[in-house]
């Protein structure tokens, strides 16, 4: 009875042990799956986005970036110096058109301080004796211009002006006058300014 016993606990546990080796166990693969998570599939924008290469910054050549330079032709030139001649020719004529305009700050500024001069009616002339013969004169004009300069120039700061002047209008008497004078004027450059310095002047006509 015991041999019987024996035998089928035998015969139980072999079918066990057949039994637990025929049932398949997980596999690696299936128990990584396991444990990993799904990702959710990108959309379309997205996988466009991770395709397409990222745009790469355009390298501008260092040459284009400088900037020009101006040539110095570029420059604009600066303005002509007035000649000597065309000077005392301006001196003069803004001189001759002061009387009529009973202008005396032109002489102030022409007329040298140590000026030396002869009147058309023979008096000797200094700068305050010119600039009081403007202020006393009364006469109305109607043209005081100059009609014929010639400039001779006798070293670089030193200069004769022969002109004729012409001067038209009424006299404080009322009366119409046109007299010309011809006169010398010597003009010298001091501190870069032409200042007339000595004159003779005779009257010719009126």
């Known amino acids: ?22 049932s398949p166990s997980p596999s690696v693969e299936e128990k990584a799956s396991a444990t990993v998570e799904e990702t959710p599939a990108a959309s379309p924008k997205e996988r466009a986005t ?15 970036t400088q900037k020009k330079e101006a040539s110095p032709a570029a420059a604009k030139a600066p303005a002509k110096k007035m000649s000597v001649e065309g000077t005392l020719k301006d001196n003069e004529n803004r001189w001759e058109a002061s009387y009529a305009a009973h202008d005396v700050s032109v002489a102030q500024t022409l007329v040298a301080n140590d000026f030396a001069g002869v009147y058309w009616d023979g008096k000797i002339m200094s700068k305050s004796g010119v600039i009081n013969e403007m202020k ?21 700061s030193v200069a004769v002006v022969v002109g004729t ?42």
């Open 50 to 64: 991770a395709e397409s290469p990222a745009p790469q910054k355009k390298e501008v050549p260092a040459a284009t």
């Open 1 to 22: 009875m015991k041999s019987i016993i024996s035998f089928v606990v035998v015969i139980s546990f072999i079918a066990s042990a057949i039994a637990q080796e025929e």
């Open 165 to 206: 002047s012409r001067e038209k209008g009424t006299g404080k008497d009322g009366k119409a006058f046109d007299r010309t004078f011809r006169y010398t004027d010597t003009w010298m450059e001091r501190n870069g300014q032409w200042q007339c310095v000595a004159s003779q002047v005779m009257k010719v006509k009126g």
């Open 136 to 156: 006393k004169d009364k006469d109305t004009y109607s043209s005081a211009v100059n009609e014929k300069l010639a400039v001779h120039t006798y070293g670089p």
